[in-house]
């Protein structure tokens, strides 16, 4: 059971304050629960927002990670103390574990209720609490309270009071998202801040804005999640009047303005294919999102059609996006957390490498057949290199659980020559007389592997897959010689063949990345276990069958061509 307790609205324009103070804590323990992975990269995001976007200071941003609750008791007392006036914003965050009676920190717990009396007690104008956490509506649910309409204030006289905004309700878990690497209502709040939420388009976000914004691309995320549904919520308790705003990007001078015939939905991703921005948008409108300056990658879907495009934003440059701009493709890539079904995907690979053996037990076996001509002065000596340049092809299917099947083939040929002068001693005459032997051998082999592998779905070793089957070796050796004797001028033509076939297990591993879709490169090492020499299956020979060792490392570079099946 997670819980991310996130706090964060700002408040810009026509409702102003002296100062804007915020207190970010995260703990990424509780208890027994398993720990959280993107505490750290929740409260850092929310201070990049905060600074970037809300008005905020750094200066006036206290952070807190992985502390106790003594310790948060004794912060919030020196926020009541001294940390605000009654002019002030104050914005409380907390992610990590809790329950539906306390924040749950490390081993240590912090009662709601107490919270609630410090978070009140602090001497501020407005306070704005957000939790993103496992049953984080338990605190505006403690002591009752009932949602009315917080959003539509007339512009006028400042606003105080406080409002909380939270992940999910009483019984609800919240959910951390590896695609977002963020919590999944964080990720989304903080998206609406940059610039998605921007319904009206005037560069100004406001509450209602970006609570509509989170809520929907909140529940659409965790419609198909293991954790369920997940449905964020408010509670407010506000006098005055004034129009809420909570970011304003009319000061940005970097980003990208989706134009007015931009429509559907949009998919923007970052230099490392990191999830930038993710929304609906309506035609007529503009939307400006604001971005750090790089190069982005940007899918548009709409009529069941997909478009994509690259566009560089420089510093200090606004790009703006049309729909000529877009170009048609194949499919687009989901990104959402539970909800993301990945498809079945076919690939034909072409490979090429290197196949390292030991075959030196089958070059003494084949000298001992030749062990006779010694005694007429030649010595034939075969030899075979230790390894061989091989290359095939492959089919390969991906399954959504990260379970890989493959079969490829792949073939090799050594041939060698060689060639001995000798002597025939003849005892009529006593004389010797010229002999000559030719010796070519020719070793092919055929490969199919047949296996099943597993991919990593980690950020860092999704690239690997481990494998594991069978190596069926088709071997085909043939041997054959030319004895030509001077001294009874004739030439005798020998042939030797064995052939056959052995199945060995494999095991190995691939690294592959996809560098422009549908296309990927990669590399393959792998290793065939032969626990001794031994004989062709279903050999056929002409003379006495070999002996054969196949076993060592395969190591190959491969392209593969992915085909996608939804």
């Known amino acids: 059971m997670k819980i991310k307790i996130y ?98 920190m490390g081993n240590t717990r912090y009662p709601l209720a107490d919270l609630k009396k410090r978070l009140k007690s602090i001497p501020s104008q407005m306070r704005i609490i957000i939790f993103d956490a496992c049953q984080s509506g338990s605190f505006t649910r403690y002591k009752g309270g009932t949602l009315e309409e917080p959003f539509l204030y007339k512009e006028g006289n400042k606003i105080k009071g406080s409002i909380v905004l939270y992940s999910s309700s009483a019984n609800e878990y919240s959910q951390e998202s590896d695609m977002y690497k963020n919590s999944v209502f964080t990720f989304h709040f903080i998206n609406g801040l940059r610039g998605c939420a921007d319904i009206s388009g005037d560069k100004k976000i406001t509450l209602s804005e970006a609570y509509q914004y989170s809520y929907n691309r909140t529940v659409s995320s965790t419609i198909h999640s293991t954790g369920g549904v997940q449905h964020p919520g408010y509670q407010f308790s506000i006098q005055g009047e004034g129009n809420v705003v909570l970011a304003d990007i009319t000061v940005r001078t970097c980003g990208i303005i989706l134009d007015q015939d931009i429509e559907e939905t949009i998919v923007v991703l970052g230099s490392r294919k990191e999830l930038t921005a993710d929304l609906s948008k309506e035609k007529g409108t503009r939307i400006f999102i604001a971005v750090n300056p790089g190069t982005y990658e940007i899918y548009n879907n709409k009529k069941e059609v997909s478009y994509k495009t690259k566009i560089t934003v420089r510093e200090n440059t606004i790009v703006t996006l049309s729909n000529d701009m877009l170009r048609k493709m194949r499919t687009i890539p989901v990104y959402a957390k539970g909800a993301e079904r990945r498809p079945v995907i076919f690939g034909i690979t072409l490979t090429g490498g290197f196949v390292d053996f030991n075959l030196s037990q089958l070059a003494t076996q084949c000298n001992t057949q030749y062990n006779d001509f010694h005694l007429l002065s030649m010595t034939p000596s075969f030899s075979f290199p230790s390894g061989v340049f091989t290359g095939g092809l492959g089919l390969e299917v991906n399954f959504r659980n990260d379970v890989q099947v493959y079969l490829s083939f792949d073939s090799f040929r050594l041939k060698e020559r060689m060639d001995y002068a000798g002597t025939v001693f003849s005892p009529g005459d006593s004389l010797s007389y010229p002999a000559q032997l030719q010796i070519h051998d020719t070793l092919s082999c055929q490969s199919f592997h047949l296996g099943v592998g597993y991919t990593f779905h980690h950020r860092i070793l999704k690239f690997i897959t481990l494998r594991a089957g069978i190596d069926w070796i088709i071997a085909d050796f043939t041997v054959n010689s030319v004895f030509t004797n001077s001294l009874y001028s004739l030439s005798t033509n020998t042939t030797f063949t064995d052939n056959g076939f052995l199945v060995l297990p494999e095991v190995g591993a691939t690294f592959k990345y996809t560098f422009q879709a549908p296309f990927a490169l990669g590399a393959l090492i792998s290793y065939r276990l032969q626990t001794g020499e031994k004989e062709l299956y279903s050999h056929d020979d002409t003379g006495y069958p070999l002996q054969y060792s196949f076993s060592g490392v395969t190591f190959s570079l491969f392209a593969t061509y992915l085909l996608n099946k939804r």
């Open 7 to 104: 706090i964060l609205l700002l408040f810009i324009g026509s409702a102003a304050y002296a100062s804007r103070h915020a207190l970010l804590v995260g703990n990424r323990y509780g208890g027994s629960f398993q720990p959280l992975k993107y505490v750290k990269n929740d409260i850092a995001d929310i201070q990049t927002a905060l600074t970037r976007f809300c008005g905020f200071d750094d200066a006036n941003i206290a952070v807190r990670i992985d502390k106790s609750a003594k310790e948060l008791e004794l912060l919030l007392h020196e926020f009541a103390r001294q940390g605000s006036s009654d002019d002030d914003l104050f914005l409380f965050y907390f992610s990590g574990h809790a329950d539906h009676e306390s924040l749950l």
